[in-house]
Each structure stands twice: as structure tokens, then as C-alpha cells.
């Protein structure tokens, strides 16, 4: 069993910069590969970026809405994953969702994980 823990959202201006974490349970951390993902309201969940184990090469994805704009990283020894946000737009307002895979390489697809986190939403306002 994996519990994951997001936080680090609000509300904030367009332009601006939010950073989300999520603490995960459990002593294997460093062979998952884990995801976030998104829901705004009458949407479905999309997603937003990914990140392999650190042991299958890290490898890092990024939906196109988000490229050049966020970065996701991960902190093996403290069992966290980052998405650093900048140049935040409305658009971007929603309910982010971590989520882990307990295989190494990472996937795009929701269904494709394991776990999930409660969510924390992120409001940004124009």
C-alpha cells in the first residue's frame, strides 16, 4: 500500500509560480515512477507530467500545454516528487492529482497507476 500526500496549492495571479509536492509512503520509493494529473471542473482527468525511477533513467514527460512551463523532479531520500509551476494561467486552474506506478517507467495514460493522492487545487485567477 502507497499513501501519497499532496500539497502546495492556492491561489495565485496569472504569471505566477506555485511548486506541489507529494509525500509517498513506503521504503521502495525510488522504483516507482510517478505522475501528476489534473481535473478542472466538467473535465476529465489529464494529464500533466511524469517522471520514471531514478533506476530505469528518470526519464521526464510533459503534456504539450505544460512544456516549457513546468518541471517535475523527485527527492528519492525524502520519498517526494515536485511539480514546480511558472507562468501559471488560468487554464491551468484545477485539482492536481499525484499518483504512483509501482513499475519503473513511467506512463501518460491515468490507468496506467496505481495510487493516488486526495488532490489539492490550484486557482489561478486572470
Known amino acids: 500500500q502507497v499513501q501519497l500526500v499532496e500539497s502546495g496549492g492556492g491561489l495565485v495571479q496569472a504569471g505566477g509560480s506555485l511548486r506541489l509536492s507529494c509525500a509517498a509512503s513506503?521504503?521502495?520509493?525510488?522504483?516507482?515512477?510517478m505522475g501528476w494529473f489534473r481535473q478542472a471542473p466538467g473535465k476529465e482527468r489529464e494529464f500533466v507530467a511524469a517522471i520514471s525511477s531514478s533506476w530505469s533513467g528518470g526519464s521526464i514527460y510533459y503534456a504539450d500545454s505544460v512544456k516549457g512551463r513546468f518541471t517535475i523532479s523527485r527527492d528519492n531520500g525524502k520519498n517526494t516528487v515536485y511539480l514546480q509551476m511558472n507562468s501559471l494561467k488560468p487554464e491551468d486552474t484545477a485539482v492536481y492529482y499525484c499518483?504512483?506506478?509501482?513499475?519503473?517507467?513511467?506512463?501518460?495514460?491515468?490507468?496506467?497507476?496505481?495510487?493516488w493522492g486526495q488532490g489539492t487545487q490550484v486557482t489561478v485567477s486572470s
Open positions: 499518483a504512483a506506478r509501482l513499475t519503473p517507467v513511467a506512463a501518460i495514460a491515468a490507468g496506467g497507476y496505481d495510487y
Open positions: 513506503g521504503r521502495t520509493f525510488g522504483s516507482y515512477a
